[in-house]
């Protein structure tokens, strides 16, 4: 079972703020954030790990909500470099196989 | 340095035939994943290595489908008697453990099943 990511789609002007969030009713050991430009291979934004711990390289930021296990990642004052499918992957831990499951995708598009 | 390799790009089969997809992850990395992606679609896991060993294979299609990997390095997906709804992106990710640890991807391969 797949996490629910929402919205599906947004459009914003360049300067503006997005969020996404994804959510899942499994239990959650991580998260990841990452973000796929059309006809590229997906690249790694963030990674939000159980008790706060957050890894990134990006000036975009992620939070998670554990009572209502729901991550949310944040656009803020988005460049034109941000548009793309943003897809948040779960990680179960080891009764989930210590795999992600994806899922279905944000599409972005910023426009000037 | 180096990052996941995947060949081929791009492959071109008949309906029927068997096809192999190979991924070089990054030196180091002990854990390799495939995915499959449709055009326009998320990634939908297929399977999951640690090591030489795959502790996840739940998300193999059927058993025309079937990975393995050596060395702790390359791994090979194979698809026998390949079908149309075979078609889509093959995705090799790998990263230095498990889930806690970020996923580097390989340019996929795209297979076009005729």
């Known amino acids: 079972q797949q996490p629910v990511q929402s919205p599906q789609a947004v459009i914003l002007r360049e300067g503006e703020d997005a969020v996404i969030n994804c959510s899942s009713s499994k239990a959650l050991y991580s998260v990841h954030w990452y973000r796929q430009k059309h006809g590229e291979a997906p690249v790694f934004l963030m990674i939000l790990l159980k008790g706060g711990e957050q890894k990134g390289h990006e000036k975009i930021s992620a939070s998670f909500n554990e009572k209502k296990q729901q991550s949310s990642l944040y656009l803020t004052a988005s460049q034109l470099s941000y548009s793309g499918t943003y897809f948040c992957g779960w990680g179960g831990g080891a009764a989930a196989g210590n795999k992600l499951t994806f899922g279905g995708g944000t599409r972005v598009l910023v426009k000037p | 340095g180096a990052g996941v390799s995947q060949s081929p790009s791009n492959k071109v089969t008949e309906k029927g035939k068997d096809v192999e997809l190979r991924c070089d992850p990054i030196?180091?990395?002990?854990?390799l994943y495939w995915y499959r992606q449709s055009l326009g679609q998320g990634l939908e896991f297929l399977i999951y290595f640690q090591g030489n060993s795959a502790p996840d294979k739940s998300g193999l299609p059927s058993d025309r489908f079937s990975a393995e990997r050596t060395g702790g390095s390359v791994s090979t997906l194979t698809i026998q008697r390949t079908q149309q709804e075979d078609s889509a992106v093959y995705l090799c990710?790998?990263?230095?453990?498990?889930?806690?640890?970020?996923?580097?991807f390989g340019p996929g391969t795209r297979l076009t099943v005729t």
């Open positions: 030196s180091g990395h002990t854990a």
């Open positions: 990710a790998s990263s230095f453990r498990g889930q806690f640890y970020e996923q580097y």
